[in-house]
């Protein structure tokens, strides 16, 4: 990385593996400051890039340190961090405390050292987070410092990267936006074998549980009639034989109104058609977890639906389900794989020919046409290649889940954990360079053509 040619610089906030700095490096800006609090990080960024990243950015911690130790720059860009904002998290916004008023150390920034041009990046929930209130008062506390501000969601699947990734980019300039236009998305298919590599793969082997439940829903599929179409919502197998109360009543309203004998002597089954004649704790064993929580007196309208869809997809098809409930015991799996995501409509239904993952929601079989989106907060969701598409059944590697972040030059963390982590993390460069090109347009020249900077410090 590198390069002699300097057309514009920038900063790169909240740098992470520097999935900003790979984009800009490309329309030769020169990255001239950076900052990543997680050491690993830092010293990788380093060695990619040769600059010696800032650490915690709260340690900017008033106007004259940010104005003496971050360069004067044309291009700010920020991925700060979205936990706060996303719907995998507690959604705490700008209060949470350690994370989400980051959002105001880059406000800082921009409003001591005023960059032409701004290009930030988060998760797509934060246009809708609270009502919508979050994404107003960005807008508006970018706008108050004079920029022109403009948002929109891309994911790398629209520049023909086999990822599915949505993401939101808040565009700013000084010079107003007039002459800007967001990238047009593609819509060519894409294919998930463009990043495979298929010589001297090394990775994690894929858990013993995780394959027998892989196993068991590709059995479910070969033994699905053709003629049938698959359910388009979630596979719930522990609705298979249910019967226990979930419209007028739930079982914790029964155990409410019945705390010694609950739901016994009522008739009603179980998962898996499971009697209910048994104690207390035994009838929590037997009722599934997303309906035997305490407390939950009434179930939201899309639980109703999905438990009403699952019971009468077993009731019409009990024929070939019975054999294969025989056959595999689902119950004995743990709660998430018992449920399977059909994403394949009308395609062959052999589980190898598609890309997997393992999810809270159940095992997700995908079409091989994307990845789903790289997850930074645990490495049981990196996706799974099929048989058919792989040679064998494995998890893609680090270096092809870079490819997917078009991150695929640089070096990655030593351990794949952290490589994975760090990948889910990143922004797409290609989706950043996109947008940058069409932000930057005019900056993207020699840098006798620019402005001189202002002198600060
Ligand atoms: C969403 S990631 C951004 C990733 C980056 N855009 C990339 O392409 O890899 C947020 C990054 O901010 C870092 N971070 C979080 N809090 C920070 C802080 N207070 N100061 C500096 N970096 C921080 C995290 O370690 C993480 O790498």
Redesign the pocket.
Known sequence: MGTSKEAFRFVDL???????HVALDELDGRGVFA????PK?KALYKVNFGIDAW????ELSGDEIIALNVPDHHVLTA?F??QPFSKAGDQLGFEDTD?GN?FFKVHDVLRVKRPQHFIL?NVPNILKHDGGRTRITIIRLLEELGYSVKVEHFSPHDFGIPQVRDRAYFVGSLQGLDHFEWPAKHKDPTEIQWVLRHEGQSTRAIPEQTLRAIDMWGDFLRRSPASLKLPSFPIWAMEFGATYPYLDETPAGVWVRRPVRGLRRMGFKGSFGQSLDCSFDEQLTRIPSHANRLGDLNFPQWKRTFIRQNREFYQANRHWIDPWIARWSPQSFPSSFQKMEWNAQGEDRDIDNFVLQVRASGLRVKRPTTSPSLIAFTQTQVPILGANLAGERRYMTPAECAELQCLGGIQLPASDIDAYK?LG???NARVVKAIAERLLHGLIRPTSDLEPLRVTG
Do not use: I, K, S, Y
């Open positions: 909240f740098a992470g593996l520097g999935g900003f900052a990543e609090r997680e990080l650490g915690d950015l709260n991925g961090p979205c994370q980051l990046e760090a993390n990143a922004v």
